[in-house]
């Protein structure tokens, strides 16, 4: 099981040599997503029953959320550098 990020870096350079970084802990929204992701798990499961006992074609919703799941834990690791011609950004997800 893949964990989401804990903390996100973020440092802006200037070529004059001047850096600003930035430190954002994101775990500290894990605990008012994991409800929020309950909730659209359950209703998506709802819908999913809903859709498939009614004889629609079945979308599976349920199956998306846990697909949300998934890619908020793969984007540990992430690495973005956006090199411009006054200021470089540098963003690092861990």
């Known amino acids: 099981m893949k964990l989401p990020p804990a903390l996100t870096r973020v440092r802006f350079i ?3 040599g001047r850096r600003f970084g930035l430190w954002v802990p ?7 997503l ?3 992701g309950l909730v659209a ?5 709802l819908a999913d029953a809903i859709l498939y006992a009614s004889g629609r074609t079945y979308h ?3 199956r998306l959320v846990a697909g949300l799941f998934a890619l908020l834990g ?3 690791g ?3 550098r956006v090199d411009g011609p006054e200021t ?6 861990r």
């Open 14 to 16: 200037r070529p004059g």
């Open 26 to 32: 994101v775990f500290l929204l894990w605990p008012l």
């Open 34 to 36: 994991f409800p929020l």
């Open 41 to 45: 798990l359950a209703i998506a499961a």
């Open 60 to 62: 599976h919703y349920t």
């Open 74 to 76: 793969e984007t540990r």
């Open 78 to 80: 992430t690495i973005v």
């Open 88 to 93: 470089d950004i540098h963003i690092e997800i």
